[in-house]
């Protein structure tokens, strides 16, 4: 069993928090984090070290500052091209068909043929793409032909007559 604490005004869950902020000081809100993979991160730090260079070291952003500019600067709306770029990037069939079923099952079942139809005809397109993807990685060379790969079946006939002619011989 703990003792019974008199709480100070110190002691009091939530008054550190409450002194911290006074009001005269501006309270940062954190909308959100981004993560950098390693490419990006250098592609980052060059920049930094790059204004750092060109203001002879008077003008020191934050990784934030820099990437705030960049997104204030940027249009509101991506461009088709940047869209396309993003979705070859980032694309995955599984996820696409794990989208597309159950959007084609709601349209069946409320008969909505026309949806049905166009989600369809994605579908379509997803297995000639699948194939031009296919068909590009083998003209490139990284295609990996599996039959070549698999192992050669035996048949069992032929298999009895090694076993029986290897029985004989000492090993």
């Known amino acids: 069993m703990e003792p019974i604490k008199n709480n100070t005004d110190s002691e009091v869950p939530g008054s550190a928090?409450?002194?911290?902020?006074?009001?005269?000081?501006?309270?940062?809100?954190?909308?959100?984090?981004?993560?950098?993979?390693?490419n990006e991160s250098e592609k980052v730090n060059n920049w930094l070290r790059q204004i750092k260079e060109s203001s002879k070291g008077f003008l020191e952003l934050t990784k934030s500052d820099l990437v705030n500019f960049?997104?204030?600067?940027?249009?509101?709306?991506?461009?088709?091209?940047?869209?396309?770029?993003?979705?070859?990037?980032?694309?995955?069939?599984?996820?696409?068909?794990?989208?597309?079923?159950?959007q084609l099952?709601?349209?069946?079942?409320?008969?909505?043929?026309e949806l049905v139809f166009s989600l369809q005809s994605e579908l379509r397109?997803?297995?000639?793409?699948?194939?031009?993807?296919?068909?590009?990685?083998?003209?490139?060379?990284?295609?990996?032909?599996?039959?070549?790969i698999k192992k050669q079946r035996v048949k069992k006939s032929k298999n009895k007559t090694d076993d029986d002619k290897n029985e004989g011989t000492p090993d």
């Open 17 to 38: 928090a409450v002194q911290a902020c006074k009001p005269d000081q501006k309270v940062k809100t954190q909308v959100d984090r981004v993560t950098f993979n390693k």
């Open 70 to 102: 960049l997104i204030k600067s940027h249009l509101d709306v991506l461009s088709v091209k940047e869209i396309k770029k993003i979705r070859l990037a980032h694309y995955s069939l599984i996820k696409h068909l794990n989208w597309i079923t159950p």
């Open 105 to 113: 099952k709601k349209a069946l079942d409320e008969n909505d043929h």
């Open 125 to 148: 397109g997803l297995e000639i793409g699948v194939i031009k993807n296919a068909e590009s990685k083998n003209i490139q060379g990284e295609f990996c032909d599996f039959n070549a």
